[in-house]
Each structure stands twice: as structure tokens, then as C-alpha cells.
């Protein structure tokens, strides 16, 4: 799947649809989501991209294969 550079270059806001997920997530998981937002919600798709593609599982992973 392909990206235009435009989409590549924005930052999106991330939102829950209705707060079924809160309801039933424990409070570490809760707390987890939060890290995770906090430290990668303001980056851009090119920027989560970058990120990604130097992780050690990732490079280790062939194409369709799912990483662990």
C-alpha cells in the first residue's frame, strides 16, 4: 500500500468512537495507551514509519510475515 507524501507529513488525533474500550481495560492497560500516546501521538506517519522500520523485529521479519 502506497502513501501520498502529503498524508506522510501529516499528524493525526487519535479518538475513541464511544468509551467501551475504557470500560473494560484494566488500569495498567489504561496507563500502557497513555505511554504509548504521550511519547508517539504528536509524530507523523513518516515519522512512526522511520521509527518502526529500524526496529530490530522488524528488520528481522520477511514480507507478509506477522511480527512478534
Known sequence: MEFSPDFLKE????????????KY???EER???????????SLSATQLSEITHTDEKYINTY??????
Do not use: A, N
Request: aromatic letters at 10%; proline letters at 0%.
Open 11 to 22: 499528524t493525526y488525533k487519535i479518538r475513541l468512537k464511544d468509551e467501551t474500550t475504557i
Open 31 to 41: 496507563k500502557f495507551v497513555e505511554k504509548i500516546v504521550k511519547e508517539y501521538g
Open 25 to 27: 481495560s484494566t488500569d
Open 63 to 68: 514480507h507478509d510475515e506477522i511480527i512478534l
